[in-house]
């Protein structure tokens, strides 16, 4: 099992980012996807998922400015955030699996991608 994710980097406030995790070594389209994420001195928190159903979830810290969206041809999923702002800086991660209570990082995790809001 392995996920790779993509596309952060540096965005002004206000700006947006689609950041992107291609998945391998297990049935892409089966399973259910989710994005978290590790603020700065904080803990994980849980950011959106979707389910093989087509059902999509979404956590508080972010709702209304991100969508998550998953293409099973290319085995991936995606993650766009718009209206970014310096509190969303934090390490993205990719998920096989859906959000659970409490979000643990284990070898169904990716190694993240760094996303940096300022200006």
């Known amino acids: 099992l392995r996920v790779v994710e993509s596309g952060g980097g540096l965005v002004q406030p206000g700006g947006s980012l689609r950041l992107s995790c291609v998945g391998s070594?297990?049935?892409?389209?089966?399973?259910?996807m989710s994005w978290a994420r590790q603020v700065p001195g904080k803990g994980f928190e849980w950011v959106s998922g979707?389910?093989?159903?087509?059902?999509?979830y979404y956590g508080e810290s972010m709702k209304g400015r991100v969508t998550i969206s998953r293409d099973n041809a290319k085995n991936t999923v995606y993650l766009q955030m718009n209206s970014l702002k310096p509190e969303d800086t934090a390490v993205y991660y990719c998920?096989?699996?859906?959000?659970?209570?409490?979000?643990?990082?284990?070898?169904?995790w990716g190694r993240g991608t760094q996303v940096t809001v300022a200006s």
């Open positions: 070594g297990f049935t892409f389209s089966k399973s259910h």
């Open positions: 979707t389910y093989a159903d087509g059902h999509t």
């Open positions: 998920v096989i699996g859906p959000p659970t209570t409490t979000p643990v990082p284990t070898d169904y």
